[in-house]
């Protein structure tokens, strides 16, 4: 039940502030909202250089805008967990760097991946590397903070969202990623289906009359349904993304995530009769794009996650934090330069009790009505301080519901194998993988990267 603190200054724990992704917007949000800015944003990261950058932009925000939103900050969660009512995870430890290791030694065995965080053995193994320091955060939760909502912001996060469902059952848990943004991808199919021709058309009257349906394992949502006035606008939506990939003769963007992400999307949608909602992933859960076909394929096979584009992308986000504590980029500028961040959205609209709906991967519980209550998916949702509630979806069309149950137990079997330390379940979490063609290639996989990543991985895997 909702306590009364939480209401009046509300207490978010952030582990991983210096989360670039994440922490910028959370901070924005933090001090912007009149019903989070008279609480507390406790900052932490095992990395103090990053931790007192992002504490001291955080202060200095704090005292540009007047607001009375209390900091503190430390390396170590237990210091600051008591009172907290939210506890987002938002980090990763050499991500960047061991993600490129994933992508490498997968591809002498024939696997292509262009993000390796979540399903694939990249997914796997990033799993390996993180799922342990979530479940001591866990421990330390249900020890200091029992009462407050977890949020999981780590990728792969469906893994960790079922891993903390089954393995921390006592937590309030949910799992998150950016990608279904609520109303910001809603709007931007409205555009798609030609309903509205730019954003600032989107009214509330428009949504409403917008029966938009989306389900699936995150990652690998699709739009299942899109109605405006009982009209079925998805061929719509489909025919933007042709007319797009039409333009884009050579793919358009380069980055491994976004190159023919239109012309993929619109090969599904012929494919499966439905509009992917996750293209720069989705293309790495199907096999169709790996290079091993022997007829001509139109679309080449993806490109590999870029480690260096990555890093180049930190140094600049690093350098803008730095421009903004030192003064060179005037900390008034920092309110026009972000914006609201989905976790800090949707805390403030739990705390508010703004009844707004968001994207959230928790369990189906009736949604899908032709998947488990347990398939642990990304759904719209009612969310409140008491509870997130699915909103119904329909039936999981044939050949979709296939692959998702099999990504779902992939999932399982990682979460599992990562728990209970056993190689047999890790072995057969990777042979289940939709991405492994070969049970030599998975075990010769396997153990290369135990191997490559014997740093970051418990030492338990090496007794």
């Not at 399903?119 to 029992?146: H, N, Q, S, V, W």
């Not at 333009?247 to 012929?270: R, S, V, W």
């Not at 959205?345 to 707004?356: A, F, R």
């Not at 056993?422 to 396997?446: F, N, Q």
Request: proline letters at 4%; glycine letters at 8%.
């Amino acid at each position: 039940m909702m306590h009364k603190g939480s209401v009046l200054n509300p207490k978010v724990v952030l582990i991983g502030a210096g989360s670039l992704f994440f922490g910028r917007q959370a901070i924005w949000q933090m001090v912007h909202s009149e019903h989070l800015n008279n609480g507390t944003l406790a900052l932490v990261d095992t990395n103090q250089v990053y931790l007192d950058k992002m504490v001291k932009l955080a202060k200095m925000v704090v005292e540009e805008t007047g607001v009375s939103l209390r900091i503190e900050s430390s390396t170590d969660a237990k210091d600051v967990l008591a009172g907290a009512d939210f506890v987002v995870l938002s980090f990763a430890e050499k991500s960047v760097y061991y993600r490129g290791i994933d992508c490498q030694i997968s591809e002498k065995y024939g696997i292509r991946m262009c993000s390796g965080d979540t399903i694939g053995p990249g997914g796997i193994f990033r799993t390996m590397r993180e799922f342990p320091f979530i479940l001591d955060y866990a421990k330390d939760i249900e020890a200091l903070c029992p009462d407050a909502w977890v949020i999981n912001y780590v990728n792969p996060t469906a893994v960790h969202g079922i891993g903390l469902k089954r393995f921390a059952p006592k937590l309030k848990s949910f799992a998150l990623c950016d990608t279904l943004h609520m109303p910001h991808v809603k709007r931007n199919y409205a555009i798609r289906a030609g309903i509205i021709d730019d954003a600032q058309q989107y009214t509330d009257e428009i949504a409403d009359q917008f029966d938009f349906r989306i389900a699936g394992v995150n990652h690998f949502t699709w739009l299942l349904k899109a109605e405006y006035k009982g009209k079925d606008v998805s061929p719509m939506i489909a025919e933007s993304l042709r007319l797009e990939a039409a333009k884009e003769t050579d793919g358009g963007d380069t980055g491994a995530k976004a190159k023919f992400n239109t012309a993929i999307g619109y090969e599904l949608y012929k494919a499966f009769g439905y509009v992917p909602t996750c293209i720069g992933h989705t293309k790495e859960y199907v096999r169709f794009w790996q290079g091993r076909n022997a007829a001509e394929e139109k679309i080449p096979p993806l490109l590999l996650w870029e480690t260096e584009a990555r890093y180049k992308r930190h140094r600049e986000m690093w350098e803008q934090v730095d421009n903004f504590i030192t003064g060179k980029t005037p900390i008034s500028e920092y309110m026009t330069t972000f914006g609201p961040d989905h976790a800090t959205d949707i805390i403030e609209n739990m705390v508010g009790n703004l009844g707004k709906k968001f994207f959230i991967n928790t369990l189906n519980n009736g949604a899908v009505t032709n998947m488990n209550d347990d398939a642990f998916l990304e759904l719209l949702c009612e969310v409140s301080m008491d509870e997130i509630k699915p909103m119904p979806v329909g039936e999981m069309p044939r050949g979709l519901r296939g692959m998702q149950e099999l990504v779902l137990d992939t999932h399982e079997l990682t979460a599992e194998a990562v728990v209970t330390g056993s190689y047999e379940k890790l072995r057969r979490a990777m042979l289940t993988d939709p991405l492994v063609c070969s049970i030599a290639d998975g075990d010769a996989i396997i153990k290369e990267l135990l191997e490559a990543e014997k740093e970051q991985i418990p030492d338990s895997w090496y007794k």
